[in-house]
């Protein structure tokens, strides 16, 4: 899920060293989290394995390097294998350093955190692309609709106004529909606004309440949304729950492929 998680202490200890910090402070860096702002979303599997980046083999560090003696730049993004893959910037968020920053310092953030990711102040989300694209820059302007610190524009008032009741936790009455739970949920679940898959399961107990074809395809629709999000241990456990007959074995691989992808390092 979402726990509170506090970023790497060494980093958090390495940054409030006095004399670093000065100097990424002279550099445009005041806190961690401007700094932690230019982190590249990625998985490893957009590395091919003979450009993988570990501790053993810095490939990205002597690429770097290289660069700058050459007196080069080069954007990393350009590196990477599966650029239109929307959803491996979804789950390269999900093991990102910013990740592990507790959400309320992020929020405190956001009007700096969308000017550095978005290159300025004033951004407007694009139909339909701001549904696919998952960068800083996005979820960090959805976040501030959420959170009341900007407008929000018309077309997107209704699933703001879901996000809300989700994190508040009380939801008007009325049908649940589970396609609309599901896309929702897919679509905002953010570092910045960290919804509760437990919270998205209790919404969907009625899918596991009755033996229907349509509640088998909530159900393993449920599976894809909590893989698709990064939330591989909720994923899994509702994949037990299903009866072996009705786990249909790309939607086990699916699972699989998804953990492994935000597992590896």
Known sequence: GWPEKRADDSLQETFS??????????????????????ELWYVPAQLVSSETQSLQKPYLSILGASDLFAGKEVDLRTLLHGKGKWYYQLLGSKRALISAVPVRQLRERLPQLI??????????????EWRTERTLCRDAVVAAMVFGATEVPQQMKSDIAWVREFLSGVFS???????????????????????????LIARLGPCF?????????????LVRTLSLTGHSKQARAVLELLP????PAELVEYVNLNERLIESR
């Open 173 to 199: 009455d009325g049908p649940i529909v589970p396609v609309e739970e599901l896309s929702r949920y897919a679509l905002f679940d953010s570092v910045f606004v960290r919804l509760d898959p437990q919270t």
């Open 209 to 221: 309440s009755v033996s229907t074809a349509k509640a088998q395809e909530c159900q393993q629709q």
């Open 244 to 247: 072996a007959g009705e786990r």
């Open 17 to 38: 060293d006095q004399k670093l910090n000065s100097y990424l402070s002279s550099l445009g860096f005041p806190n961690l989290e401007l700094l932690l702002a230019h």
């Open 115 to 128: 000017e550095r990711g978005c290159g300025g102040t004033r951004v407007s989300l694009k139909e339909p």
